[in-house]
């Protein structure tokens, strides 16, 4: 939750270091990589596929993260146990190639 609220500017106001701010968190060295953003995706690459892909086509077809759609195909079984397999792989089976 941090990374997407730094990510979007939430903090840049609030933050004089610039260490949370949306041109600070995570970047600059390996070691605020790993320190601020712990995850194998760059949050550059989360920028523009969440800022971009996503909040620009919020609710249309083009929308990646539409749920509804993305979940309408389900059988009533599948919607009780997909939901909890995709906490597991969901950024793997999403980002991936």
Avoid: T
């Avoid at 939430?10 to 270091?17: A, E, I, L, V």
């Avoid at 309408?72 to 597991?88: A, G, N, T, V």
């Amino acid at each position: 939750m941090m990374g997407h609220h730094a990510c979007h500017g939430g903090y840049n106001r609030c933050d004089d270091s610039g260490r949370f701010s949306s041109r600070g968190f995570a970047l600059g060295s390996f070691w605020r990589r790993l320190q601020d953003w712990f995850d194998w995706m760059l949050p550059e690459a989360w920028s523009v596929e969440h800022n971009q892909l996503h909040h620009y086509r919020l609710s249309e077809d083009g929308d990646p993260d539409l749920l509804e759609r993305n979940s309408q195909d389900w059988s009533p079984l599948e919607r009780k146990i997909l939901p909890f397999l995709s906490m597991l792989v969901w950024k793997w089976a999403y980002y991936a190639p």
